[in-house]
Each structure stands twice: as structure tokens, then as C-alpha cells.
């Protein structure tokens, strides 16, 4: 599937594979000589990939297709393929704390189906919101403790990077709710304008979002008051690459981002103040695209 997109893309797999690992290394090589929190930025980028993995769709497809045995044997593989190259150039960084940690982390999720099978329906504070929050904490509830316990580390062991490294998390997986597409329909429904829409999604995002990292936000400033400035930078941009996933998911819809897109996000994620660029043209194009389904 990954070499159908691109050859609908224009580019010969073998070359596309090559640049990839290319630019990935380039790019690595780049972040780790600017800042001091690229370990921790790798860990949240690999989990994040990790959980996009985890869809229930195709879960559900692989326990249809492989017996339990097998299919937990391709989640571990599938997992620790996506965790590879970002372990490789952690230890080439002498990173050996966060590339075990982020191993054991992907591989950990390979065990969780992210979507509960009970008849125990888990509460959310998000219920009378559609419809990425509500699923998604349902999805992913298991990562808030972990989050929050990870904070509560960083204290312990004054260390201000573990503190962002669990701000962040909570961020890359409120990013993975808008992964999922709903239906066009389910949009259509909606008597907004297309500008009324996009607000409202990025308002609740915004609020939502808030509630879950606020607590590690207090709890990294009660204890951390000298980095009360460098926190503030990466929650604001926590916020940023919320908003821009969501204005990336609507500019294209009702299909999924594409690589153009993703290689957008990407390169951000290296220099954010491309974001200033990045998130005026994603909003403008969701602008055109929403006005065909809703007005």
C-alpha cells in the first residue's frame, strides 16, 4: 500500500526509501546539534507513530487474518521496525537510557488493543463533545497515568526534560484522535459555515487538551520555576501542532493526509517557526474543501 501512494505520488519506491532514510538521518543529525531535548522528541514522535498502528480497524483486521500467537509476533515486529531507526541514532547519540526506553515503550504497545472490548463503558470528561476526544481517551486512557506518573518522576529526579518529555506525550496522543476520518456525512450534518467549523474544532481541541496537560503544566512549575519560560514555549507548541494536524486533516478531506502533508509536518517539527507558514496555508485550503460539504 505504502508503495502504491508512492508511485501515485510520482516516486520510484526504491529512491523514495532512500531519501527517506536520507532525510531522516539528515534531519536527526541537524536536531540533536540544536537542542537538548531531541531524545525526548524522538521517544514522543516513535510513540506516536506506534499508536497510529494501533487503528482499530486494522486491528481488528489482523486478529481476523492471524491467529493470537502470530498476530502479537507482527505487532512486535511492525512495532519495533517503526522504533529501529530512531533507537539506531539514539545510540549513535550514546542516548542509551531513552533508546531502551522508547523500545520498551513501542513494544509495550504492541499488548494494548486500543480499543476496549468490555461492556464497561469508561467515563470521559468529553462525552457531550463529538467525537475525537471522547473515542480517543477511551482509546488511549491507559497513556494519561503513565503520563502523569512520568512527571511525578521528573520531580523526584530533578529532571526538567522527563517533565516536557510527559507534557508532550499527552500532546501526540490528543494529535492521534484526528487521525480517524469520520464520516462526510457526519460533516455535512453540521449548519456551520466552513470557517465556524474549523474554529469550533480547534477550540475544543484547544480546551480539551488543556484539561489533560494543565496538570502537568502546575505541577512542572511548582517545582521547576527557572524553566517556567522554556516550558511555556513547548506547551504553546503543543497547541501549534494540534492546531496544525487538524487544519492538515480537513485540507485534503474526506481523504488522509498525504505525504506532501506529512513531509510539511515533519520538516516543522525540526524548525517550528515554519509553523507561522504552514498553518495559514493548511487553513486555507480546509476553508475550500469544507465549503463543498458544507455550504
Not at 151 to 180: C, D, P, Q, W
Not at 237 to 255: C, D, E, F, H, R
Request: hydrophobic fraction near 55%.
Amino acid at each position: 500500500m505504502t508503495n502504491r501512494k508512492l508511485d501515485a505520488f510520482g516516486l520510484y519506491p526504491l529512491l523514495a526509501y532512500i531519501l527517506l532514510i536520507i532525510a531522516f538521518f539528515g534531519l536527526s543529525n541537524y536536531l540533536f546539534s540544536k537542542s537538548e531535548y531531541a531524545p525526548y522528541l524522538y521517544i514522543v514522535v516513535a510513540l506516536g507513530l506506534s499508536i497510529k498502528l494501533s487503528e482499530k480497524k486494522r486491528i481488528d483486521f489482523l486478529k481476523m487474518c492471524f491467529k493470537t500467537t502470530d498476530y502479537f509476533k507482527i505487532r512486535i515486529v511492525e512495532n519495533s521496525l517503526i522504533a529501529l531507526p530512531f533507537v539506531i541514532y539514539l545510540i549513535v547519540e550514546e542516548r542509551f537510557l531513552p533508546a531502551v526506553v522508547l523500545f520498551l515503550f513501542v513494544n509495550l504497545f504492541a499488548f494494548f488493543n486500543l480499543k476496549t472490548t468490555t461492556n464497561f463503558t469508561i467515563p470521559t470528561p468529553f462525552g457531550k463533545r463529538p467525537f475525537e476526544f471522547s473515542s480517543g481517551f477511551r482509546n488511549t486512557f491507559f497513556v494519561f497515568p503513565i503520563a502523569y506518573i512520568i512527571t511525578y518522576i521528573s520531580v523526584n529526579v530533578n529532571n526538567f526534560n522527563l517533565g516536557v518529555f510527559s507534557m508532550l506525550l499527552i500532546f501526540i496522543v490528543t494529535l492521534s484522535y484526528y487521525a480517524k476520518l469520520e464520516n462526510e456525512y457526519y460533516v455535512w450534518s453540521f449548519s456551520d459555515s466552513s470557517k465556524v467549523f474549523l474554529i469550533k474544532k480547534i477550540r475544543t481541541a484547544l480546551l480539551f487538551s488543556t484539561f489533560l496537560s494543565l496538570p502537568i503544566v502546575i505541577f512542572l512549575i511548582l517545582f521547576f520555576h527557572s524553566e517556567l519560560e522554556t516550558l511555556l514555549i513547548f506547551w504553546i507548541l503543543g497547541y501549534a501542532y494540534l492546531v496544525t494536524v487538524i487544519l492538515a486533516k480537513y485540507s485534503i478531506y474526506p481523504y488522509e493526509i498525504n505525504i506532501p502533508q506529512g513531509v510539511l509536518i515533519a520538516v516543522s517539527l525540526v524548525f517550528p517557526p515554519l509553523l507561522i507558514g504552514i498553518i495559514p496555508y493548511f487553513y486555507s485550503q480546509s476553508v475550500k474543501r469544507l465549503k463543498t460539504i458544507l455550504e
